[in-house]
């Protein structure tokens, strides 16, 4: 099914490890996002990409790196997790000047 | 800075009634969209509406519409007959159609209750 789809669903990480999580759209969408979601806060943005190679900053960028090397993939890295990084991640992709965002299932991670 | 402030964190509704979610939002744009989304607790988002800024009709989908108030910067959501299934989290979000990024901005949510 044409969509957007992250992996994993769910993690467990102890503090300090790293890991990625990646995000895969079959759309061809030109923009990918990546949100967290925390109680109380809405979602807010950590990093987004215009493009295949480019990438910027949102709303909460610390402690995440992104790449995206591919038109399709839309990878969210963690060097060194910390607690406050326990939440849900989604990602999203649109095309420039359409309404709608596609968004992906979530992955719940928890650092302890 | 664009914000977007939804002032209920909670709702509850009988079953069959109508409920109204608020949300407020600020912006220096005069063109934008304006969105509803819902998050089951399978976490989901689901798009339930939407709105563009220079349209004066207000947006309606089935039981779900809009009150969308410009000057006001207000864009508030109205279910009627409500059912079971509208049990959520509900995100209004605001999203500028420029070249640059199109990021979408979310409220804080109001998690929708019905009662049966």
């Known amino acids: 099914n044409a969509g957007v789809t992250q992996t994993p669903k769910f993690r467990v990480l102890k503090t300090g490890q790293s890991m990625t999580l990646l995000c895969a759209q079959d759309?061809?969408?030109?923009?990918m996002y990546w949100y967290r979601q925390d109680p109380g806060m809405g979602l807010r943005l950590i990093h987004y990409?215009?493009?295949?190679?480019?990438?910027a900053k949102g709303e909460v960028p610390d402690g995440y790196n992104v790449s995206r090397l591919k038109k399709q993939n839309f990878l969210l890295g963690l060097e060194s997790a910390a607690p406050s990084q326990t939440s849900v991640y989604f990602c999203?992709?649109?095309?420039?000047?359409?309404?709608?965002?596609?968004f992906g299932s979530g992955t719940r991670l928890t650092v302890v | 800075a664009q914000t977007v402030t939804q002032s209920q964190p909670e709702m509850s509704v009988q079953e069959a009634e109508t409920v109204t979610l608020s949300c407020t939002y600020d912006?220096?744009?005069?063109?934008?969209?304006l969105f509803w989304y819902k998050q089951p607790p399978s976490r989901q988002m689901i798009l339930v509406i939407r709105?563009?800024?220079?349209?004066?009709q207000n947006a309606t989908e089935n039981r779900f519409s809009v009150n969308f108030q410009k000057a006001a910067k207000s864009f508030s959501l109205k279910i009627s007959d409500s059912q079971l299934g509208d049990a959520a989290m509900y995100f209004c979000?605001?999203?500028?159609?420029?070249?640059?990024?199109?990021?979408?901005?979310f409220g804080t949510g109001t998690r929708l209750t019905i009662i049966p």
């Open positions: 709105q563009e800024a220079y349209k004066q």
């Open positions: 912006t220096s744009e005069s063109d934008y969209y």
């Open positions: 759309m061809n969408h030109e923009y």
């Open positions: 999203a992709s649109t095309t420039p000047r359409v309404y709608g965002y596609t």
């Open positions: 979000a605001y999203r500028v159609p420029n070249f640059g990024n199109e990021k979408l901005t």
């Open positions: 990409s215009v493009g295949e190679g480019t990438t």
